[in-house]
Structure formats: structure tokens, C-alpha cells
């Protein structure tokens, strides 16, 4: 009997045709399942829990949330749960970036990064820390968290990045938003990768030589607030520890070059004053910035926030509007320590204990976790230890953000300030990062340094200190007072680009 070539051929166009079909019914199932079920609901009512009244939460066409309540604790609330709806996979990430965590789900490729973190412990900070806060600070980021927490329950399907790696999602606490403030603070803080690339370039050309390819700050470049020893280790394979961090969290050492500007009244053609600012954040998906427009009563406050953080760090309310850009400023020095094999190191002629800390780093696909040991002086954690970096040569870290919370009470009162002045009153308790702020109210426009800065002993250069001396120690905080500060300046204008500040 022979073969009708025509049937056949049918008959496989119908078997090919149902075959994709099927691919096709899956694929469809699966893109669904990853990318469309985990959107935000945007529409109806929703039964949370963790609210004492209603919250509303409307998107405008382009997605950005304004959430509107009838308290404050609702309001950070409703912030919270529009973060957990949209960056729930990003909060995530930086949770278990700064945590030393992403090993759990990275495997072994995570560890160097789960080294360091664990080293620098911003994480162990943020938990010292949780029981001296202010109670009410405290009560508005238990809000903030409440409201995350509640996104991600009642979602449809979690993101689709947490399906995928087969994740799930540990409930937010205030410490992890205290510990995301400082790995913030990390990314904008670039001075001690400074210290060791300027002591690498001592140690192999000279102080001369190296001065001239470092060379000071360019004469008649401008100043914001006037208009018109040591260390012989690898710096190098230490400085690339720190840019793996900086490029995971979205905040690259080159993201640099950001400015705000602001003219006074004179210099506008509507007679009021105007303000921009452009922080140079780099590209992501997502990205780092999430929008979103804040209402209670008659007060609102809009602009930009970091997914994990309550507030709104660059944005506007009823009177007043806001934006910063990186100081750049030294708020870290190294310390190269002298230490005995019996744990101990010298400080002013005293041999002293070191802190010891150890911690395990679970690490997926394996069954046993890796330890690590940190080892900590008066001037901060020994940060090359366990990266097996120069071990024979500790340095330890000192700064700023290791000393003080990245949340006060300023967070949460940015819908108050009726005026400029308010507005730098306000900001007084903020620790970190530490910013140029440029703010124009209804009548004027000005300038402020935010931030905690060091007062040092010494004459502090730019390189790893030696810790056994006690010459260089920090000495409590240049006062709020004192830091640089202008308003309505005679020309009518003000601009900050990471330049210079003040004069020498």
C-alpha cells in the first residue's frame, strides 16, 4: 500500500500546529504568571492589616502612587505598602546586600560580597541601634514596615524575580531600614577608597610624583557658599571590594557630577524663585528612584524616594521645595592597627582587646555554612581580614554611619516645614548621608550642609592613619551651627555640583 505524500503532509502541519499552540498556551501561562500577576493592583478596595483607618492609594498614568490618609502612622503606611507593591524584589536585594545575605541565594558567588558586608556591619550597627531610638521614630518605621509587609501578602504572586530564584520573603522590621540608610550612605561615601589609592600611589612613586597626578582642587573653579603614614597593603584589590558592592546596590563610585540650582526672585520671569536638581544616579532597572506624591489633611508632600527608606529626599510640599547632591565630604578615615598574635593592639602604649564577633554566611547548594570571624579596634572593624587582602597589615574603618542612626525624626516630617528655614531646622537630627541641600520657599532661595562630620585631631592627610598613636582620633562632631550655610545671596542664584564648599 503506498503513502499519500499530500495526507502527510497535512497531517504533520496539523501535529506541528498543535504542538505550538501548546508552546504557545505555555508560554503564555508562564509570562503571565512572572510578569502580569505580579503587578500592583491598582483598582477596588483592599483589607489590610495594620491601619487604623482607611488609606487611599491612587496612580496616576503613569503609574506614580498618591497616597492619601487620615494620620501620619497611615500615611508612612500607605508609602510602605505602594514600595512593597512595586519594589518588593529591590527592597529585597538591598536587604540581603546589606545583611551579608546574598550568598543564601547567589551560592558561592556571593561570599566576597557577604565578607565584606559582614566585615563593615552596618547590619550589627542598625540592631544596636533600633533600642535607642526615638519611640516615635520608631512607631513610624514599624508603621513603614507594616505597610511592605502587607503588599507582599496580599499579592496576587510575588515578584518575578523571587518565583524564579524560588524565594521567599522574611517580613520587613525596622532594623532593615536603618541598615538600608547606611548601605545608602555607603554608596554615596567614596573617601576611603581615596586613602588607599593615594597611599598605593605614594608607596610606588613617591609623595611628589604622586602629588602631581593628585593634584589639589583647581584654582578659580567655584565654591558653593562664596558665589565667584602609613599603610602598605594592596589598596587596589580593596578598592575593587568596595566597587562590587557600590555596583550591586546601584551606586557606581563614577555616579558622580550631580548639581541643583536655584535663582532667586530677580532672576525669574514669574518673580518667585525657582529650583532644579539633577542627581546623577545611574541607570537601572529598577531605578533607584521611586515617585510618589504624599497627602494628609491639607499638607502633601511629592517627589523622590528610596525604595526601603521613609522619605522623600528630593521633592516639594505646600511651601517649600528641596534637593541635594553628594558633598563628597571625609567622613572616613582608615586606621592601620599593630596587632599581637594574643588579639590585642596597641593604642597609646596599651595593648587592648580587640572586639570579636563571629558569624556564619549560609551559602546556597551547600550544606554548611561558611564562619567568619570580624575583629573590631577603637577606630572600627578590621575591613582586610577576612577579605584575605594584606592580613598581615589590618586596617580598620572608621565612620560616621557606623555611630548614629540614618533615621530621625526629620524622615517623617517632611510635609511640615513652612518655610526654608523650617525646612534646615528640620534636618538638623540627619546623620547621613551627607548632602548639599538646595531649598526655594515662596520668598527666598538657600544653601545648607546636612550631615555629621568628624573633628579630628592632627593634621589628617588624605591616607590610611596609623591607630597605635592616638594623633589622629575624632573628637565629636562639627557643630550643626557651624556647617556651611546661605541664604538670598547677592547675586540671586546658588548651584552645588560636587564642588568645593568652602574655601581652604
Known sequence: MGIDPTRLLKNGLKGLGLGGALFGASAAGIWWQLFRRPLPRSEGELRVRGVDGPVEIARDRW????????????????????????????????????????????????????????????????????????????????????????????????????????LGVEPFRPVDCLAGGKLFAFGMSVNWERELLRADLIRELGPERAARLDPPYPRGNPVVTTPGAGYGGDGLALVDQIGRVRELIGLPAGATGSNNWAVSGKRSATGAPLIAGDPHLPSSMPGFIYEVSLELGDRFCRGGTIPGIPTVFFGQNNDVCWTFTNVLADCQDLFVERVRDDGTYLFREEWLPLDVVEEEISVRGSEEPVPITVRSSRHGPIVNEQLGIDAESPVALRWTALDAPSVSPAHFEVLEPRSGPELVEMLRPVAMPVVNLIWAD??????????????????????????????????????????????????GYLVTANNRVVGS
Open 63 to 166: 503609574g506614580m502612587p498618591r497616597v492619601r490618609a487620615g494620620d501620619r502612622h497611615d500615611l508612612w503606611f500607605g508609602l510602605g505598602f505602594c514600595h512593597g507593591q512595586d519594589r518588593l524584589w529591590q527592597c529585597e536585594l538591598h536587604r540581603r546586600v546589606v545583611s551579608g545575605r546574598l550568598s543564601e541565594m547567589a551560592g558561592r558567588d556571593g561570599l566576597p560580597v557577604d565578607r565584606f558586608m559582614r566585615t563593615v556591619g552596618m547590619k550589627r550597627a542598625a540592631e544596636r541601634e533600633v533600642a535607642e531610638l526615638d519611640p516615635e521614630v520608631l512607631s513610624m518605621l514599624e508603621a513603614y514596615c507594616a505597610g511592605l509587609n502587607e503588599a507582599g501578602r496580599t499579592a496576587a504572586t510575588p515578584p518575578a524575580e523571587l518565583q524564579i530564584m524560588r
Open 442 to 491: 515662596r520668598e527666598s532661595i538657600g544653601y545648607k550642609l546636612i550631615g555629621h562630620l568628624p573633628k579630628r585631631a592632627g593634621d589628617c592627610p588624605d591616607l590610611p592613619k596609623p591607630g597605635w598613636t592616638g594623633e589622629f582620633e575624632w573628637h565629636g562632631l562639627v557643630p550643626y551651627e557651624e556647617l556651611p550655610e546661605l541664604t538670598d545671596p547677592e547675586d
